[in-house]
């Protein structure tokens, strides 16, 4: 057994080693890939992924969102340019090794049938030569963390499961290594609203708090806005027409495709119903004296927004101003508001008029 693991081991962790600090996490570079029968799926792609980012990609169906994922862990292989996972060329890689430490999880989950849902979270675990103990507490805290309760979940096979646990457990699978990447393709797709909201709540609170960095494909844009912390707007063909975080997306849309992709979600019009509060502001660090910085408490001026105001004012505020705009409460400036703090605000809007 031992000498199985070495390998594998080494391989993972000379993976690892081979990014430079500050580098990517996972970068496209110029990567395409046209099917056999002629079909281009993916147009000379350049994107990257940050340490600890979650980044969704959005768009039709058919715009190469699924095939990008899967050029990341060679499911796909790239027809030209390249595609690096910490540092390395995927190419170049032992797939075996490169999947180890990509955790991946797709709408049909694709659970083994015939193993329990104890067995299905301890794979990867096994597989690395995890003793029994460490992967058994790992697979009770991974079921808890995705809220099964392992006394009544471990010992069932997925059949005896809904469309939504079954996810959930798939979910589970993809974490119980804690690999520093996970690629995610409709994870949610098969769960209820309700049960899709809790679900996207829970596993974004899992990404901050274990660092995962990610690719997450959806075609619901405000589950992109609830978990982006960019989103890359994919075009049929394979075009990458815009990648930003959320408000800028609504703000400033690059494309037409873009602007229909984003006006057709309910997000933007939750922007008319949330309200700006004094926390969205508080929590922006107070800005160091700039030449056009206005110290708190100064007169407001042409620009400013206050605490109170509709978020979609807000937006537009802001959307002239990028560097952000002075708060104002009762007359006063009391803040600066940043592009961060609205989008804090919207995922407020967003989980409160929903959830
Ligand atoms: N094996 C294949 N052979 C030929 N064409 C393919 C193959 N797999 C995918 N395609 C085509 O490549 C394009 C991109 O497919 P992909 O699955 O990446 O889209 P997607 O954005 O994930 O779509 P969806 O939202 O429907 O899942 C589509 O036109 C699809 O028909
Ligand atoms: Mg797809």
């Not at 070495?6 to 046209?34: C, D, N, S, W, Y």
């Not at 005896?160 to 079954?166: A, I, K, N, T």
């Amino acid at each position: 057994m031992t000498s199985e693991q070495t390998p594998g081991r080494a391989t993972a962790l000379a993976l690892g080693a081979a990014r430079a600090p500050g580098e990517a996490v996972i970068r496209f570079e110029q990567a395409r890939k046209e099917y056999p029968d002629g079909t281009v799926a993916v147009h000379e792609l350049d994107l990257e992924v940050q340490e600890h980012e979650l980044l969704v990609l959005v768009g039709a169906s058919g715009c190469g969102k699924s095939t990008t994922l899967r050029m990341v862990n060679r499911l796909v292989e790239a027809t030209s340019g390249r595609v690096l996972v910490e540092g390395r060329d995927v190419a170049t890689v032992d797939p075996v090794a490169l999947r180890r430490r990509i955790g991946y999880v797709i709408q049909d989950v694709g659970l083994f049938p015939h193993r329990t849902v104890g067995q299905n979270v301890a794979t990867v675990p096994e597989l690395l030569g995890w003793d029994r103990g460490r992967t058994r507490s790992r697979v009770g805290d991974l079921l808890e963390l995705v809220g099964l309760d392992p006394a009544t979940y471990t010992g069932r096979y997925p059949h005896q499961l809904s469309g939504g646990e079954r996810q959930r457990v798939g979910v589970a699978r993809a974490l119980a290594a804690d690999p520093p990447v996970l690629l995610m393709d409709e994870p949610f797709g098969a769960v209820d609203p309700s049960g899709r909201r809790r679900l996207q709540q829970e596993f974004w609170r899992i990404q901050r708090e274990l660092g995962t960095t990610v690719m997450f494909v959806t075609h619901d844009v405000d589950e992109a806005v609830r978990l982006g912390d960019r989103i890359a707007v994919f075009r049929r063909g394979g075009h990458l027409e815009q990648v930003s975080d959320a408000v800028t997306l609504l703000a400033r849309p690059r494309t037409s495709t873009v602007a229909e992709l984003v006006g057709t979600g309910s997000t933007v019009r939750l922007l008319s119903i949330g309200e700006l509060t004094a926390d969205d502001v508080a929590a922006v660090p107070p800005r160091p004296a700039a030449p056009s910085g206005r110290p708190a408490g100064s007169e407001p001026a042409a620009g400013t927004v206050a605490v109170g105001d509709r978020l979609d004012v807000v937006l537009q505020a802001l959307a002239a101003a990028p560097d952000g705009v002075p708060v104002t409460e009762g007359g006063a400036v009391v803040g600066h508001l940043t592009a961060d703090g609205l989008l804090r605000a919207v995922r407020r809007t967003v989980a409160s008029a929903q959830g």
